[in-house]
């Protein structure tokens, strides 16, 4: 089963569709999310998860696994992080991640502190422990990640098996898909992906599909603007749906 990275702009609901999914393939498996967004701090509540844990914590924290990274560029010329030395299985998973019922979750890291410098070691920390994460059948992995598309300088879909690309209702929306969708069909790691419209009622759907259809970009889900969505992300609250029509639509 594939190992999935939800893309788009700050907003768009990468979070949502992630705790949607995770709701919907527990139905059929276990499934683990990993928060790769150093900022956005709501996904353990989405999910229903209390949890704090981090992989970077898990490590020492942020200033040792930089100290491995620089260590590893000095001797070998490439960023390289030395921590997961062998294959990860979800059984391993949940001897250091919260979970409930089928669902796992672990963040990489946040930011904490001002100046404390930028996210690129947990970007590395990121890429190299899906690089070890071995899935097997009825096993989910989802990926949400920071907004934009700094994740795939960083190579974090490298060992990624498919990219889900979250557009709402807005011109940069939009063309950060489109942006998107020319960074992972380039080079050795060319990824398939599936477009999903989020936030969309009867009439601004058909105006983005109109829209993305002259840029050649397919459609293959819908998520429409729901209510009691909103409510519970105002609230903090835990997300309860589940959209198989959705999740088998972009699988």
């Known amino acids: 089963m594939p ?5 788009g ?7 949502t569709l992630t705790a949607i999914a995770a709701n919907t393939l527990s139905k059929r498996g276990e499934v683990f999310v990993l928060d790769a967004d150093e900022s956005n701090l709501c996904l353990s509540n989405m999910l229903g998860i209390d949890s704090e844990k981090t992989l970077m914590g898990y490590f020492g924290g942020k200033a040792e696994v930089k100290k ?6 000095k001797s070998e010329g490439k960023e390289k ?8 299985t979800f059984e391993d998973l ?3 991640s919260s979970w409930r019922d089928n669902i796992g979750f672990i963040q990489t890291g946040k930011i904490e502190h001002g100046m404390e ?3 690129c070691p947990m970007g590395a920390v990121t890429r190299e422990f899906l690089k070890k994460l071995k899935v097997k059948d009825s096993q989910y992995v989802l990926v949400d990640t920071e907004a934009g ?20 209702p807005s011109f940069e929306s939009i063309s950060l898909c489109e942006k998107t969708i020319g960074l992972i069909s380039e080079g050795k790691h060319v990824k398939p992906y599936k477009v999903i419209l989020n936030k969309v009622n009867d009439e601004s759907r058909s ?8 840029r050649k970009i397919k459609v293959d889900g819908f998520l429409p603007f729901r209510s009691e969505i909103s409510k519970a992300n105002l609230k903090g609250e835990k997300l309860t749906i589940e959209d198989s029509n959705l999740i088998n639509s972009i699988l």
């Open 149 to 168: 598309i700094e994740h795939f300088g960083r190579g974090v879909h490298e060992a990624i098996d498919l990219v889900w690309l979250v557009i709402e």
């Open 81 to 88: 992080t030395p921590m997961f030395t062998t294959e990860l």
């Open 3 to 7: 190992k999935i990275l939800v893309c």
């Open 94 to 96: 949940k001897n250091f």
């Open 207 to 214: 105006e983005l599909e109109e829209l993305l259809l002259k």
């Open 9 to 15: 702009r700050g907003g768009c609901g990468k979070s």
């Open 68 to 73: 491995a990274l620089l260590s590893f560029l």
């Open 117 to 119: 410098g930028c996210a």
